[in-house]
């Protein structure tokens, strides 16, 4: 096997190696609402306004070790900094911004529904919210690209929080409800639903490490709310099939390449352990109930010496995270037992100078072709994420984009305007010569 790091000093042109995908592959970016949309209301960004000092204290404790913290510093120790406002103004830009996403080769765009303005009081669906959503639509169709739409990516109504958020024993009820309705209102235009982004990403950050909103650190809670996704999802599956037959419907499922260092036996079985519970048991439990498997893939873990992470990070993203794209074959090989065709609907890098995007994008290509050569299903690759965006607790200085955001100032501080500038970076102009060849 080829030492990784070879590419960065001699990258082999992927053109080069004739790898050939299935006819009619999707190729295309993700977004979420709550990270590009813009003045949305819902408890992250109540969360938001209530801990952006302290995030902002706490910024060089957590991130003063990456290489690029001179670079990053001051907008990570700016309060403002961890205010979503108005995002990336997406709401209002989507043409725009769907006419750079063609204009870059694509063939479809996952985004995701805002719940929070569907439904700002309970039992109140805002028609006018919802033909927004139809107009985002149909400008994607128009433009020739597959909507893939998410019913829900994390933030939740003021409302439901109030009643206890996913923790809630009637969560399942709440969330089947609003997403009976959006079904109804757009099955005429969608092919591709996914119900649910990351659940165990969520479950782990927000009530079993206690990071993001509510901030619960408990592990009875983190299994509740896991048990009311697993039953959530089965509901509003079984609901989408009698509202629409033929729809496909899957979720967003995060998955990890966990490697036992030097296949020693202690490593083999903690790795078999973790894979069952983070890699497949929300798989395993939803099995009769999922037409496809949305994949995430961002993270490589070693297990070493009974301990996990135990990477050598000897290249690593912005935030630290290795770079390690052949770990997307291993996970697509390991997804193969469940004869469900795949969409990688998140794959991509923090990356703000644009330096390694384009070889982890071709290299995680390479890796792709190698899973669909030993008959994996995959379907098609949305690269995270069609822009800069609002990355969660984080706020705004990790850049994943295929398109930078310019967040500066418009004609000075003294403004407080954004200029909100799109530029297309040059990784994903070799992205689109990829799609087109």
């Given at each position: 096997?080829?030492?990784?790091?070879?590419?960065?000093?001699?990258?082999?042109?992927?053109?080069?190696?004739?790898?050939?995908?299935?006819?009619?592959?999707?190729?295309?970016?993700?977004?979420?609402?709550?990270?590009?949309?813009?003045?949305?209301?819902?408890?992250?960004?109540?969360?938001e306004?209530e801990?952006?000092?302290?995030?902002?204290k706490?910024?060089?404790?957590?991130f003063?070790?990456?290489?690029?913290?001179?670079?990053?510093?001051?907008?990570a120790?700016?309060p403002?900094?961890?205010?979503?406002?108005?995002?990336?103004?997406?709401?209002?830009?989507?043409?725009?911004?769907?006419d750079?996403?063609?204009?870059?080769?694509?063939?479809?765009?996952?985004f995701?529904?805002e719940?929070?303005?569907?439904?700002?009081?309970?039992?109140?669906?805002?028609?006018?919210?919802?033909?927004?959503?139809?107009?985002?639509i149909?400008?994607?169709?128009?433009r020739?690209?597959?909507?893939?739409?998410?019913l829900?990516?994390?933030?939740?109504?003021?409302?439901?929080?109030?009643?206890?958020?996913?923790?809630s024993?009637?969560?399942?009820l709440?969330?089947?409800?609003?997403?009976?309705?959006?079904?109804?209102?757009?099955?005429?235009?969608?092919?591709?639903?996914?119900?649910?982004?990351?659940?165990?990403?969520?479950?782990?950050?927000?009530?079993?490490?206690?990071?993001?909103?509510?901030?619960?650190?408990?592990l009875?809670s983190?299994?509740?709310v896991?048990?009311?996704?697993?039953?959530?999802?089965?509901?509003?599956?079984?609901?989408?099939?009698?509202?629409?037959?033929?729809?496909?419907?899957g979720?967003?499922?995060?998955?990890?390449?966990?490697?036992?260092?030097?296949?020693?036996?202690?490593?083999?079985?903690?790795?078999?352990?973790?894979?069952?519970?983070?890699?497949?048991?929300?798989?395993?439990?939803?099995?009769?109930?999922?037409?496809?498997?949305?994949?995430?893939?961002?993270?490589?873990?070693?297990?070493?010496?009974?301990?996990f992470?135990?990477?050598?990070?000897?290249?690593?993203s912005?935030?630290?995270?290795?770079?390690?794209?052949?770990?997307?074959?291993?996970?697509?090989?390991?997804?193969?037992?469940?004869?469900?065709?795949?969409?990688?609907m998140?794959?991509?890098?923090?990356?703000?100078k644009?330096?390694?995007?384009?070889?982890?994008?071709?290299?995680?290509?390479?890796?792709?072709?190698?899973?669909?050569?030993?008959?994996?299903?995959?379907?098609?690759?949305?690269?995270?994420?069609?822009f800069?965006?609002?990355e969660w607790?984080k706020?705004?200085?990790?850049?994943?984009?295929?398109?930078?955001?310019?967040?500066?100032?418009?004609?000075?501080?003294?403004?407080?305007?954004?200029?909100?500038?799109?530029k297309?970076?040059?990784?994903?102009?070799e992205?689109?010569?990829?799609i087109k060849?």
């Amino acid at each position: 096997m080829l030492d990784k790091f070879q590419f960065f000093k001699n990258p082999v042109p992927l053109e080069n190696q004739k790898l050939i995908f299935p006819a009619r592959f999707y190729w295309g970016s993700s977004t979420s609402a709550h990270q590009v949309e813009g003045n949305n209301h819902n408890d992250w960004t109540e969360w938001e306004k209530e801990n952006a000092e302290r995030l902002a204290k706490e910024a060089k404790k957590k991130f003063g070790y990456l290489q690029n913290w001179p670079e990053i510093k001051e907008q990570a120790q700016n309060p403002q900094n961890y205010i979503s406002g108005r995002a990336c103004d997406y709401y209002n830009r989507f043409e725009e911004d769907f006419d750079i996403a063609k204009s870059l080769g694509h063939n479809a765009h996952r985004f995701s529904i805002e719940w929070s303005r569907i439904e700002q009081e309970e039992g109140k669906f805002n028609e006018k919210e919802i033909e927004h959503y139809r107009q985002v639509i149909k400008a994607l169709r128009e433009r020739g690209l597959e909507p893939f739409v998410t019913l829900w990516h994390w933030p939740v109504p003021l409302w439901l929080k109030n009643k206890g958020g996913v923790k809630s024993k009637k969560f399942p009820l709440y969330f089947s409800n609003y997403a009976k309705k959006i079904v109804f209102e757009l099955r005429n235009d969608v092919n591709f639903w996914i119900t649910l982004n990351e659940p165990e990403i969520y479950a782990s950050l927000s009530y079993l490490t206690g990071v993001w909103p509510p901030q619960r650190k408990n592990l009875f809670s983190y299994l509740r709310v896991i048990k009311n996704l697993i039953k959530a999802h089965k509901q509003i599956y079984k609901i989408i099939k009698k509202i629409q037959l033929d729809a496909q419907v899957g979720i967003a499922k995060n998955n990890v390449y966990f490697e036992a260092y030097q296949n020693k036996l202690i490593n083999r079985l903690l790795k078999k352990i973790i894979d069952w519970w983070w890699n497949f048991y929300f798989l395993n439990r939803i099995k009769k109930y999922h037409d496809f498997i949305g994949l995430n893939h961002y993270f490589y873990n070693l297990i070493k010496n009974f301990k996990f992470n135990q990477n050598e990070n000897r290249e690593v993203s912005d935030l630290g995270w290795e770079i390690y794209p052949e770990g997307i074959y291993f996970v697509l090989k390991d997804l193969r037992k469940y004869s469900k065709p795949i969409y990688i609907m998140e794959n991509g890098l923090a990356d703000a100078k644009d330096e390694n995007r384009e070889w982890f994008i071709k290299e995680s290509l390479k890796n792709i072709h190698r899973a669909i050569q030993e008959s994996v299903d995959v379907r098609g690759y949305f690269y995270w994420s069609l822009f800069d965006n609002f990355e969660w607790d984080k706020g705004f200085w990790p850049r994943f984009g295929l398109v930078e955001i310019d967040y500066s100032a418009k004609g000075g501080s003294a403004s407080g305007g954004k200029t909100m500038k799109r530029k297309i970076r040059k990784s994903a102009l070799e992205y689109a010569k990829i799609i087109k060849k």
